[in-house]
């Protein structure tokens, strides 16, 4: 299975600033998955991100406030915007059913 | 819209203790993954399975999946603290977006 990298594990921002996630894997993989979690809770899946075209966001998640890239095909990228104490959260990557260790999110 | 129903959703119990957490889903998958998540970490993936009926079992773990294909139950024989955490299931869609339980979040004892 393949080996993701996710940095930063963690980050404490200043509301209104962005903070951008990075997800690398070992092997070129065509789907990626950004998800957030709130600590001890499900996932809520925030888009698919696919090479060479946008990313497909789900409801409740749009792409000004959530920009990904896909540069290649082990690469992406999710940025969280304008950020305020409510997008305080673990963000997490993934492909298939393989996990990168998450992003403790805490905006003050 | 598919949902899986996950429960219980809070389990406290003693070391040596069994237990079973269930995901019931009207719809049916076509998988189910089962995952554990500790703290600071992303969920790990335990098994897959994908054939109505089956049944697997992993060290002190046993997973089955219902006939029907629409729900799934893990069952842990004689907990032990290090089986402490986030027990998550997952129904896999034909497009790989998975439909995620709420969660069962285990803590054993000693």
């Known amino acids: 299975s393949a080996v993701i990298s996710q940095k930063p594990s963690r980050d404490i921002c200043q509301r209104g600033t962005s903070l951008t996630i990075q997800c690398q894997v070992d092997?070129?993989?065509?789907?990626m998955f950004w998800y957030r979690q709130q600590p001890g809770q499900s996932l809520t899946l925030i888009a698919t991100?696919?090479?060479?075209?946008?990313?497909?966001?789900e409801s409740g998640f749009v792409i000004d406030k959530f920009p990904i890239s896909r540069p290649n095909l082990t690469f992406s990228t999710l940025t969280v915007s304008n950020m305020s104490p409510e997008d305080s959260s673990i963000y997490l990557c993934s492909v298939g059913y393989t996990f990168g260790s998450g992003t403790r999110l805490t905006v003050v | 819209t598919q949902l899986l129903e996950q429960s219980p959703q809070f389990l406290s119990i003693q070391e040596g203790e069994n237990l079973t957490v269930y995901c019931n889903s009207s719809?049916?998958?076509?998988?189910l993954q089962w995952y554990r998540q500790e703290p600071g970490e992303g969920p790990v993936l335990l098994v897959t399975?994908?054939?109505g009926g089956e049944v697997k079992k992993l060290k002190r773990l046993t997973f089955q999946f219902g006939d029907a294909r629409k729900d799934s139950s893990l069952h842990i024989t004689a907990a032990q603290p290090g089986d402490t955490g986030l027990y998550l299931c997952?129904?896999?869609?034909?497009?790989?977006?998975?439909?995620w339980g709420l969660g069962t979040s285990l803590a054993v004892n000693p």
């Open positions: 997952a129904g896999g869609g034909n497009n790989r977006k998975l439909i």
């Open positions: 719809s049916v998958f076509s998988s």
């Open positions: 991100a696919n090479q060479g075209s946008e990313a497909t966001y």
């Open positions: 092997s070129q993989v065509t789907m």
């Open positions: 399975v994908v054939t």
